[in-house]
């Protein structure tokens, strides 16, 4: 599970974007210069933010872009002669329409930028040049509150991801050695399979046994023991390659992924240099399932174990 929150808003807000389509008829039949200029402005701004998302990977900066056109927009209309905006209607027709899509806005823009999202809805407010400066300070007030609680769901969001990130992390992490658990092997496996075909690379898994673990522990104790477990996982992770990747999947029994690998015999010395007492046995990965790359590893090692 990964932290999926703002790219789901994200997702949510292309969706959402589309809506003031149905302000398309009003345009049309009433609609004056300046009406259709803050539409052709707020739809030409959305595509482009789109691609810029897509092109970037960035969607919540490029949601912000367009959230600060979108209120723009909005800013252009109301401040606008009326004769200009809107023709055969009544003032309060639109502008109530219009006032509630810019505090809308607002809330989302503060809750996608944050607090320079809020600071620049209220600086487009307070210097746009409104003929009524009581118009102003209502539009203001709006903006600020609808931007605080947008910022309060950016904080509360926030918090869900460092919590899910906390949470992943301890899902897929040996506690006591700090290496990828079997949760993580059994997810990763297929990946870096998939990874190793594409790019025409070996994939080699190896299982790794600790021969004295039950010794330590009947000898030393417990803790003892963990402390062994510490040791040998420190002495494998500084020993294998960059971007091998490590897992503790049993008590005394660890796995490794090598991309690329196609000697494991460099490895298990350097390893076997600072560690004697474990075993290891190698398993070229290529079209097989995990357990039947485990199980060849498995007798590898214990054919060691034997001689």
Excluded: C
Aim: glycine share 10%.
């Amino acid at each position: 599970m990964s932290p999926e929150i703002w790219p789901g808003l994200v997702r949510l807000y292309w969706r959402l974007a589309l809506i003031p389509l149905v302000w398309i008829p009003v345009v049309v039949l009433y609609g004056g210069q300046v009406m259709y200029a803050a539409t052709l402005l707020y739809w030409l701004s959305l595509p482009v933010a789109y691609l810029l998302a897509r092109a970037t990977g960035m969607g919540r900066l490029a949601v912000a872009l367009h959230l600060g056109v979108a209120l723009f927009t909005a800013l252009m209309s109301l401040v606008a002669p009326p004769a200009a905006v809107v023709r055969g209607l009544s003032g309060e027709d639109w502008r109530l329409g219009v006032m509630a899509f810019f505090t809308v806005g607002a809330y989302a823009f503060a809750a996608f930028a944050g607090w320079p999202g809020l600071w620049l809805a209220l600086a487009y407010v307070l210097l746009a040049p409104w003929p009524q400066e009581e118009t102003r300070f209502l539009v203001a007030a709006g903006g600020l509150l609808a931007g605080i609680a947008g910022l309060s769901v950016a904080t509360m969001i926030q918090r869900l991801q460092a919590l899910q990130s906390l949470i992943q992390s301890e899902a897929l992490t040996d506690p006591l050695t700090g290496l990828a658990n079997r949760r993580s092997l059994e997810r990763d496996f297929p990946r870096l399979q998939a990874l190793a075909a594409r790019e025409g690379l070996s994939l080699v898994l190896s299982l790794w046994d600790l021969d004295d673990l039950k010794a330590v522990n009947d000898r030393e104790g417990h803790k003892a023991g963990d402390a062994h477990l510490v040791r040998f996982a420190q002495v494998l992770r500084e020993e294998a390659r960059e971007g091998d990747a490590l897992y503790r999947v049993g008590g005394d029994e660890f796995v490794g992924l090598h991309l690329g690998l196609r000697d494991g015999a460099s490895l298990e010395a350097r390893v076997h240099a600072r560690f004697p007492s474990v075993s290891v046995g190698f398993s070229p990965v290529e079209g097989r399932e995990l357990l039947q790359a485990l199980e060849a590893a498995d007798r590898l090692m214990y054919r060691k174990k034997g001689r």
